[in-house]
Each structure stands twice: as C-alpha cells, then as structure tokens.
C-alpha cells in the first residue's frame, strides 16, 4: 500500500511557503534598490515628495510582442531536380550532396540546415563543373543551378537566423527588464558570436564558399538561454516612461515659485539636492549607464543582421525592427529614451541652478 502524505503536511508545506513568499516581499519592499522597476518607481515618488507635488505612478506601455515564426520564415525557391539528370552525376560529388537534400530527413530540415546544404552545393557544384565537359548540357544544367542557389542565398540565411525557434527567446519580454547588475560574460559571448557570424556571413557575401557554418548550433543555444534583447527593450521603456514622469513633476514646480530665491539655498533646497544625488545620480544614473552599456555593444550587431538582407525582410518584422532596433526615426524606441534621458537633465539643471547647486556647475 502506498502512503501518501496527511492533510496536515501538506498545510504545513503550504504554510512554510506563504511564510517564505511574505518574508521575500517584505525584503523587497525594504529594499527598492535592488530591482530596477521598484528603484524607478521609488525615484517617481520621492521626486513628488520632495517638491511637494501629487502624483500617481502611470502604467508602463507594453513592448510588442516579437513576431511569430510563422510571418518570419520566407518561402525557399525550390531547385527543380527534374532538370538536372541526377543520375549522371555519378562523377561528381554533387550527386551524394543533393540526394540528401531527396532523402526523407533532408525534407524536413531546419532553417540552419538548409543553409549549410544550400553553400555545400554551392561548393560541389563548382568542383562538378570541370568533370562535366564531354556534357555541355549536364554542365549549363548544373550551372543555372548552383547560380539558383546563390541568388536564393538571401533567404537561406535570414531562415536561418530570423526564421528559427531559437532566436525567440532571446526577444521574449517574460524575464523583466535588464537586471541592475547584468552578467557581462553572457552579454560578452552573445557579442563574440554575432561578430563571428558577420564574419562568415560577408564572406558569403562576396562569393567566399569555403566558410565554417559549424558554430551556428552553439551560437543558436546560446540564444535560447539568453533574454538580453527583450530584457534590454523592457529597460529602454520603463526608464523613458520615468523620466519623462520625473521630468514632468519638475516642470510643474517650476512653473510655480522657485525653489530658491537670489540663488541661496533653504532647508527643502538640501532635501532635493540630497534626494538628487543620493537616488538619481548614485543609483538611477548606474543604471541607465548599464543599459546604455548593453544597448552599444547588442543593438548594432543585431540591427545589421536584419539590415543586410533588408530586401528579403518579411512585412512583419519591419514594424518590429524599426522601433526597437533602429536607434533614430519617429518610431523608434532608443530615440524616445534619447529624449526623455535630455529632457529629464535639462529641467534638472534649471531646477537646481534656482538654488546655485546646478551639476556640473
């Protein structure tokens, strides 16, 4: 007979948990510093007390949902192997080449493993060529092929990158933002292979067939436990819906009397510059500094790989790509968080210069 655990365990399991999850937010509330969603909101706030001005927080507009897979992946010409007389290639390598493309498996690959057939036949079909010249028909055959194949290399590799399950994680929006303390080997690894994969992919470019396409599966791993795009875009807006909240509540005291008069200092003049100093330029400055740090060493890398084959990119992701990668232009996400960032400065250092106590004054 199996024995299976009392009521009362369970209640008390239940219990130890509620217990552990009360005392988790509790130190949470105590400490508003260490999540950059509770420090954000506690600079809101303690910006309106110290100005003696009401507020209540406004909610942060959500960051789009990454486009799904299936408006992604473009549709692969296919290479019509009723015109090649596959059976007399038995003199070349091409022929073991495209029957694993016919064979069942070869039907079914995935987006990367399309890519590397398509550069491997590429490859023997230019190494076919030279034994073909007793067949000029066989030889004109295979090279409108291998030409086919080159011209729908574009889209071979966008699938390849863009049209894959493994580059979802990486823009999910399910892991908040950008942590106050990121890991920066992780962020250092998505960087080292981007850059390796520009490498390959302009060597490609310039009709260089002999590339190592081997580290795609490690890089698209990678991708898969990583979240750093999406948690960079959720930073990018949760700071620019701040600061513009900060910048206003400013703005209205000083549309109101000065916090100074003839620039001499007064006991709410030091609480403000204190809560100033003390929460935005120790801790929300760091912060920002942080996500600008990630923006400048991702957004570009990641920009170009959508950009270089700009001319196969699906409608769907041009909305996408536009506000969340490009980093000027009216929709752009990093161009809003620009502004916001000048803005929020700006009505600081005219608040503060009321008093003398304007930073870098």
């Known amino acids: 007979m199996t024995a299976t655990g009392s009521p009362w365990s369970n209640k008390t399991a239940m219990i130890r948990?509620?217990?552990?999850?009360a005392l988790a937010l509790l130190a949470s509330a105590c400490q508003p510093f260490s999540e950059p969603a509770s420090m954000l909101d506690t600079y809101v706030e303690r910006v309106a007390r110290v100005l003696d001005v009401n507020?209540?927080?406004?909610?942060?507009?959500?960051?789009?949902?990454?486009p799904r897979r299936r408006t992604r992946r473009l549709e692969v010409p296919e290479l019509?192997?009723?015109m090649l007389d596959f059976l007399s290639l038995h003199r070349c390598r091409?022929?073991?080449v495209v029957g694993?493309?016919?064979?069942?498996?070869?039907?079914?690959?995935?987006p990367v493993n399309v890519l590397r057939y398509d550069v491997r036949f590429i490859r023997a079909a230019a190494d076919c060529l030279p034994k073909l010249g007793d067949d000029p028909a066989l030889a004109s055959q295979v090279r409108q092929a291998r030409n086919a194949k080159i011209d729908g290399l574009s889209i071979s590799t966008w699938n390849a990158i863009w049209g894959t399950e493994a580059i979802e994680p990486l823009f999910t929006r399910t892991r908040g933002p950008l942590p106050i303390q990121p890991d920066r080997e992780e962020t250092r690894r998505l960087v080292g292979h981007l850059e390796r994969l520009h490498q390959q992919l302009d060597r490609l470019a310039s009709?260089?067939?002999?590339?190592?396409?081997?580290f795609l599966g490690e890089m698209q791993q990678q991708w898969q436990n990583s979240h750093r795009l999406g948690q960079l875009f959720l930073s990018a807006r949760l700071l620019t819906t701040r600061l513009n909240e900060a910048a206003d509540l400013?703005?209205?005291?000083l549309s109101g009397a000065p916090l100074c008069l003839n620039k001499k200092t007064n006991p709410q003049a030091d609480i403000v510059r204190k809560m100033f100093f003390s929460v935005y330029a120790e801790k929300v400055q760091s912060y920002m500094a942080t996500v600008d740090r990630n923006r400048r060493q991702l957004l570009p890398p990641v920009r170009r790989l959508a950009e270089r084959h700009e001319t196969v990119m699906p409608h769907s992701l041009r909305p996408y790509v536009a506000r969340y990668l490009a980093e000027s232009g009216s929709d752009s996400l990093w161009q809003s968080l620009d502004r916001a960032t000048t803005r929020h400065t700006q009505v600081w250092q005219e608040l503060l210069a009321q008093c003398g106590m304007r930073p870098g004054g």
């Not at 507020?55 to 990454?66: G, K």
């Not at 694993?100 to 995935?110: A, T």
């Not at 400013?250 to 005291?253: I, Y």
Request: aromatic content about 6%.
């Open 17 to 21: 948990f509620l217990a552990i999850l």
């Open 55 to 66: 507020h209540e927080l406004r909610d942060v507009p959500p960051v789009a949902l990454f």
């Open 80 to 82: 019509d192997m009723d």
């Open 94 to 96: 091409l022929q073991e």
């Open 100 to 110: 694993e493309r016919n064979s069942g498996l070869g039907r079914v690959m995935q």
């Open 207 to 214: 009709g260089q067939w002999q590339v190592d396409l081997t």
């Open 250 to 253: 400013v703005e209205q005291r």
